[in-house]
């Protein structure tokens, strides 16, 4: 969940801070730590502060939110905050030189900024134009750039060492982020956070109840989501794996067969 407000420039100065951080941190690591999260103390700790803050604050607004809002605004909501979303996808679909998902895109913002009454519809879903996200994480993870390991950011939650460097870039891309307004910049950027949290309720208490381990199951998950999203659910059986437990070898080789016939 990006949860992104202040001002523009400070708020990109705030994520190189955490960028920076991150990087100085690794030479705290334990010896035999997890080759995936060798910051786990550090990481369990900040997400323990995490859950503290959105049980306090945004669990019980988003409660009221969705208990005030009827659906049919709350959607259009979404809809409003994902057509921004498909602009900065847009960009990023083109430095990842993705044509499709750029065309897809840009017709996407085109139609629903109009027909779609600023993006609070979205007929083109209905016209079959796939919703293709894309942010600048993604993209340095399609040029090679390797995500390195899991970390929890204050409030912002779970995140790599990739994803928090590209953050900045994020955040500036953002049409959000361009508004002189400042009060109504900071306005949407807190009704974002709400609808995201919002439409997530069930599904984080129902991590809650299930989970062993809420925190391992949260981290397995956000990392194999972002790797499914960098290679468009197709990921390679050899790079970025996330699955391997600590000290695990590598699956064996098959060894070589004929070769395939048509």
Not at 57 to 66: E, F, I, N, S, W
Not at 92 to 116: I, T
Not at 136 to 156: D, N, S
Request: proline share 10%.
């Amino acid at each position: 969940m990006n949860i992104q407000f202040v001002t523009r420039s400070s708020g990109a100065r705030w994520c190189a801070a955490l960028a920076v951080l991150v990087l100085a941190s690794g030479c705290a690591t334990a010896p035999n730590a997890n080759p995936v999260d060798p910051f786990e103390p550090y990481n369990r700790s900040m997400t323990d502060f995490n859950t503290a803050v959105d049980d306090a604050v945004l669990k019980p607004v988003a409660k009221t939110y969705r208990a005030v809002l009827p659906q049919p605004v709350r959607t259009g909501v979404g809809n409003f905050f994902g057509n921004l979303n498909d602009a900065w996808s847009f960009v990023n679909n083109v430095l990842q030189a993705k044509p499709e998902g750029a065309l897809h895109s840009f017709w996407r913002v085109v139609v629903n900024s109009s027909v779609g009454l600023g993006g609070v519809l979205d007929p083109a879903s209905e016209m079959s134009l796939e919703r293709h996200h894309e942010d600048f994480g993604q993209t340095l993870g399609r040029w090679g750039v390797p995500p390195g390991p899991y970390f929890v950011l204050p409030v912002l939650g779970p995140s790599t060492v990739r994803d928090t460097v590209a953050m900045p870039v994020n955040v500036l891309g953002q049409p959000i982020g361009h508004l002189q307004n400042i009060p109504l910049r900071n306005s949407l950027w807190v009704t974002e956070i709400i609808d995201r949290r919002a439409r997530v309720l069930d599904a984080a208490e129902l991590l809650e109840s299930a989970a062993l381990d809420p925190y391992s199951f949260t981290r397995d998950a956000y990392l194999q989501k972002r790797r499914n999203d960098i290679f468009d659910g197709n990921p390679p059986s050899t790079q970025e794996r996330y699955d391997l437990d600590d000290g695990a070898a590598p699956p064996p080789k098959a060894a070589p067969g004929p070769s395939p016939t048509r």
